[in-house]
Every structure is written in C-alpha cells, then in structure tokens.
C-alpha cells in the first residue's frame, strides 16, 4: 500500500506561481510512476502532467504546456508540480497518483492506469 500526501496549494491571484509537493510513502518510490490530475466542480478529472520512473520522460495536458513543470525526487520520496502563469481556469483540486510498472521510459497519462491516489489539494487563482 502507497500513501501519497499532497501539500502546496493556497490561494494565488492569476500570474501568479505555486509548487505543489507530493510525499510517498512507498519503499521502492523509484518503481512507480507518477501523475498529477485536477478536478474542478462540475467537470471531469483532468490529466496535468505525468513522469516516469527516472524523471527523464515527461507528458503534459495541453492546457498546461509551458507553465507547468513536473519532477521528481527519488531520494526524497516526492514528486513536484511547478505552476507558472497561473490562470483563474487553472482552479481545481488537484491530486497526485501513483503507478507501480517495470516500464522504464513510460508516462502514464489516464486517471483509469494509477494504482493510488492522494486526499487532493485546493488551489484557488483569482482573477
């Protein structure tokens, strides 16, 4: 069983900057890849950005390319989301997940494909 605790969000005002922190549980965080997803009321579970085992491959949602960067910190059990430009369409819950996979270079970029989930964080842009 993996627990994932997200952390980070707030309230920022549109263009604005936020950095989202997921920290996991898991022995072997190196084995699982990692995604970012965010609902907001209303609407359907969005895919943000996703990541593979190493960091090195990385997949982004189109709305979000080029103001949000994903990474990851093996040694510290925690993968990141650094929001840029922040827009007040960017407002949403926004929750990390986990996937245990042997594939070395793959992103994972459905909500259907996570093993686990955390609580999910707010993050508020106003305009």
């Known amino acids: 069983q993996v627990q994932l605790v997200e952390s980070g969000g707030g309230l920022v005002q549109a263009g604005g900057s936020l950095r989202l922190s997921c920290a996991a549980s898991a022995r072997t965080f190196s084995s699982y890849a990692m995604g970012w997803f965010r609902q907001a009321p209303g609407k359907e579970r969005e895919t943000v950005a996703a990541i593979n085992l190493s960091g090195g491959y990385t997949h982004y949602g189109n709305s979000v390319k080029g103001r949000f960067t994903i990474s990851r910190d093996n040694a510290k059990n925690t993968v990141y989301l650094e929001m840029n430009s922040l827009r007040p369409e960017d407002t949403a819950v926004y929750y990390c997940?986990?996937?245990?996979?042997?594939?070395?270079?793959?992103?994972?970029?459905?909500?259907?494909?996570?093993?686990?989930w955390g609580q999910g964080t707010q993050v508020t842009v106003s305009s």
């Open positions: 997940a986990a996937k245990w996979t042997g594939a070395f270079r793959s992103t994972f970029i459905l909500a259907s494909q996570y093993d686990y």
